[in-house]
């Protein structure tokens, strides 16, 4: 996280953080889309896919099997990658209990 110091927060506010990090960028978001509408394991197919180069690719999938979100494994010379269903549901869970600690905004605030 930078200079912030993580120990300061909880592991539950760090664990959030990394999350969102991880999908805080469109090139990202469009990896997981292509994984999810793949529904199995994607292996060397997503610079057709996705207009990026190749290390660039492989630099937001590291980012993205950091954070749990994906998982990969060495078939031959390529890695295949799908989603990490533990970590997914991780992230669902984590994030709706974050999204509903308010249950409904007010108009009148602020």
Not at 50 to 60: G, K, V
Not at 76 to 104: A, M
Request: proline share 3%; with cysteine; glycine share 6%.
């Amino acid at each position: 996280m930078g200079l912030t110091k993580t120990e300061n927060f909880t592991v539950k506010q760090n664990q959030i953080a990394g999350m969102a990090k991880a999908l805080a960028h469109p090139a990202r978001i469009a990896i997981l889309q292509e994984i999810i509408k793949a529904k199995s394991c994607i292996c060397g197919d997503l610079v057709s896919r996705i207009n990026l180069a190749q290390p660039t690719i492989s630099q937001h999938l590291r980012e993205l099997k950091n954070a749990g979100l994906i998982k990969g494994d060495i078939e031959g010379t390529s890695v295949c990658y799908c989603i990490d269903e533990h970590h997914w549901k991780l992230l669902r869970d984590t994030l709706n209990t974050f999204l509903n600690q308010v249950p409904e905004i007010k108009d009148n605030c602020c």
